[in-house]
């Protein structure tokens, strides 16, 4: 097969795909994820070629992919894929553009900049920030934490990118409690240690507690979070920030899927004051619903990122806003581009629309559940739902028994040391219907699991109805 051939015959594979994403299981069955054992053969000494490749591809990895590009998968925030970015994305890869600096595309780094100005624009966030185009909000809080301990070193006087870190003066990180776990390995990987991190306190609903905010001076990244990953809520920038940047200390919002409450007018009030930080982490990839993987880091001295992520070589030098020299990638594909695609054909309307249809779909479920029984532990202000049932172990058979059914998915998680289960609402495609099908599913559940023999002692039921 010839490569445009091949080409269509890919297209043709992904379209009878997308053709039934909306009726596919959210989870594979068992027998498909046996079969993937069919791709245990050895390394081809011949090659098969493409045609066969793909067909090989197509029957076994098909059955077995999980449906989170589809509406009924309520899993993990992690979206499903615009059709307007997945198009960008099918046409960015027929380009091949090595998007190191304008010199590798002068395309991808005029879309990326316009990109990022959007994204400034939509988060309002200053608009003078360096936007870095990474492949998570994991590297991404990487690229920005790099540049947030290489400023406040600067200002002890220290040069962080010549002396590196032995004999440095310290820098004290502290993050909230409920601190999203790829946070914690951003500051491991960069050499802060788990033993040293100052966990803020936090109040009921899992926001940092401004009242018991350990101390913060010029040597202090204060990490905060707009959208905590169980509960969706957000720290009290307002309080917080200015206290933070008075002190001297930078401060560091992980926004992963939350920092999207800013394009709606209706959530916007929860992130009020975020603009205040140093830098932010938001992906693509959850809720703009971008392909993976696709995300960004935002920061408002620019320089301070572009000295941090510096990439120039002899052979390679390029201006301050390349991307190579804001990102921890060099050879990198254009991820900005899905972005600018999602924002353009979106509009403004068409992020509110989606920001604010999720939030409703999720209040709306969340009245649902309390009425049939359900313990709904958080209050959902974002799209997030933590539920439990009337006692731990009907929390597990439920779930359980949700996953296998397999018509609708989600996960699992603990809050404030108890199972629980979280319903996140992020698919561009989850519409009215959908979240009725997920609320008929879970009334049933609750219904049959009536008078089973997982009931509590009274003491302990009344415990679990105080909300956290
Ligand atoms: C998902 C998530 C992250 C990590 O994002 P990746 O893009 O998967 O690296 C960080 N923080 C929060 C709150 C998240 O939900």
Same mark, same amino acid.
């Given at each position: 097969?010839?490569?445009?051939?091949?080409?269509?015959?890919?297209?043709?594979?992904?379209?009878?795909?997308?053709?039934?994403?909306?009726?596919?299981?959210?989870?594979?069955?068992?027998?498909?994820?046996?079969?993937?054992?069919?791709?245990?053969?050895?390394?081809?000494?011949?090659?098969?070629?493409?045609?066969?490749?793909?067909?090989?591809?197509?029957?076994?990895?098909?059955?077995?992919?999980?449906?989170?590009?589809?509406?009924?998968?309520?899993?993990?925030?992690?979206?499903?894929?615009?059709?307007?970015?997945?198009?960008?994305?099918?046409?960015?890869?027929?380009?091949?553009?090595?998007?190191?600096?304008?010199?590798?595309?002068?395309?991808?780094?005029?879309?990326?900049?316009?990109?990022?100005?959007?994204?400034?624009?939509?988060?309002?966030?200053?608009?003078?920030?360096?936007?870095?185009?990474?492949?998570?909000?994991?590297?991404?809080?990487?690229?920005?934490?790099?540049?947030?301990?290489?400023?406040?070193?600067?200002?002890?006087?220290?040069?962080?990118?010549?002396?590196?870190?032995?004999?440095?003066?310290?820098?004290?990180?502290?993050?909230?409690?409920?601190?999203?776990?790829?946070?914690?390995?951003?500051?491991?990987?960069?050499?802060?240690?788990?033993?040293?991190?100052?966990?803020?306190?936090?109040?009921?609903?899992?926001?940092?507690?401004?009242?018991?905010?350990?101390?913060?001076?010029?040597?202090?990244?204060?990490?905060?979070?707009?959208?905590?990953?169980?509960?969706?809520?957000?720290?009290?920038?307002?309080?917080?920030?200015?206290?933070?940047?008075?002190?001297?200390?930078?401060?560091?919002?992980?926004?992963?899927?939350?920092?999207?409450?800013?394009?709606?007018?209706?959530?916007?009030?929860?992130?009020?004051?975020?603009?205040?930080?140093?830098?932010?982490?938001?992906?693509?990839?959850?809720?703009?619903?971008?392909?993976?993987?696709?995300?960004?880091?935002?920061?408002?001295?620019?320089?301070?990122?572009?000295?941090?992520?510096?990439?120039?070589?002899?052979?390679?030098?390029?201006?301050?806003?390349?991307?190579?020299?804001?990102?921890?990638?060099?050879?990198?594909?254009?991820?900005?581009? =899905?972005?600018? %695609?999602? &924002? @353009? $054909?979106? *509009?403004? !309307?068409? #992020?509110?629309?989606? +920001?604010?249809?999720? /939030?409703?779909?999720?209040? =709306?479920?969340? %009245?649902? &559940? @309390? $009425?049939? *029984?359900? !313990?709904? #532990?958080?209050?959902? +202000?974002?799209?997030? /739902?933590?539920?439990?049932?009337?006692?731990? %172990?009907?929390?597990? $058979?439920?779930?359980?028994?949700?996953?296998?059914?397999?018509?609708?998915?989600?996960?699992?998680?603990?809050?404030?040391?108890?199972?629980?289960?979280?319903?996140?609402?992020?698919?561009?495609?989850?519409?009215?219907?959908?979240?009725?099908?997920?609320?008929?599913?879970?009334?049933?559940?609750?219904?049959?699991?009536?008078?089973?023999?997982?009931?509590?002692?009274?003491?302990?039921?009344?415990?679990?109805?105080?909300?956290?």
């Amino acid at each position: 097969m010839d490569e445009l051939a091949l080409m269509r015959e890919a297209d043709r594979r992904a379209l009878a795909y997308l053709e039934t994403v909306g009726t596919r299981p959210a989870y594979p069955p068992e027998h498909a994820i046996a079969a993937l054992a069919g791709f245990d053969e050895p390394l081809p000494a011949t090659g098969r070629g493409g045609a066969d490749t793909l067909s090989l591809l197509d029957t076994l990895g098909t059955p077995a992919t999980v449906t989170n590009n589809g509406p009924n998968y309520f899993g993990f925030v992690i979206g499903a894929t615009l059709p307007a970015a997945a198009a960008a994305d099918r046409l960015a890869l027929a380009w091949d553009q090595c998007a190191s600096s304008f010199d590798g595309s002068p395309a991808a780094h005029a879309i990326e900049q316009q990109a990022g100005r959007w994204l400034l624009d939509i988060l309002d966030l200053p608009r003078e920030s360096a936007v870095a185009f990474g492949t998570s909000a994991t590297t991404s809080a990487i690229a920005a934490l790099s540049a947030a301990r290489s400023t406040l070193l600067a200002r002890a006087g220290w040069d962080f990118e010549a002396d590196g870190l032995s004999g440095a003066p310290e820098i004290r990180v502290v993050v909230p409690e409920t601190v999203h776990i790829t946070m914690i390995k951003a500051l491991r990987v960069l050499g802060f240690g788990l033993s040293r991190l100052v966990r803020a306190p936090v109040e009921a609903l899992g926001r940092v507690d401004p009242a018991r905010l350990p101390a913060l001076d010029g040597r202090t990244i204060l990490c905060l979070q707009a959208g905590e990953v169980n509960t969706g809520e957000f720290d009290p920038f307002a309080t917080v920030i200015p206290v933070a940047r008075a002190a001297g200390a930078w401060v560091h919002v992980d926004g992963a899927f939350g920092l999207w409450a800013r394009a709606a007018r209706r959530t916007r009030p929860l992130a009020e004051g975020v603009e205040a930080a140093d830098s932010w982490t938001v992906d693509g990839h959850k809720w703009l619903n971008t392909p993976y993987d696709g995300a960004v880091a935002i920061c408002r001295d620019a320089g301070a990122l572009a000295r941090a992520m510096n990439s120039d070589a002899a052979y390679s030098a390029a201006s301050a806003d390349a991307q190579k020299n804001l990102t921890l990638e060099f050879s990198r594909r254009a991820r900005g581009i =899905a972005i600018w %695609a999602a &924002l @353009r $054909a979106l *509009g403004r !309307d068409g #992020v509110e629309a989606m +920001v604010e249809r999720h /939030v409703g779909l999720a209040q =709306a479920l969340a %009245a649902r &559940l @309390r $009425a049939a *029984g359900y !313990d709904v #532990v958080n209050r959902v +202000v974002l799209n997030q /739902v933590l539920v439990r049932g009337r006692d731990d %172990a009907e929390t597990e $058979a439920i779930l359980k028994s949700v996953q296998e059914d397999g018509r609708v998915w989600f996960g699992a998680t603990v809050w404030q040391g108890r199972p629980a289960f979280r319903i996140s609402f992020s698919s561009w495609r989850t519409r009215a219907a959908h979240a009725e099908t997920l609320a008929t599913i879970l009334e049933g559940a609750i219904a049959r699991s009536d008078g089973q023999p997982a009931a509590m002692p009274r003491e302990r039921r009344g415990e679990q109805h105080a909300r956290p």
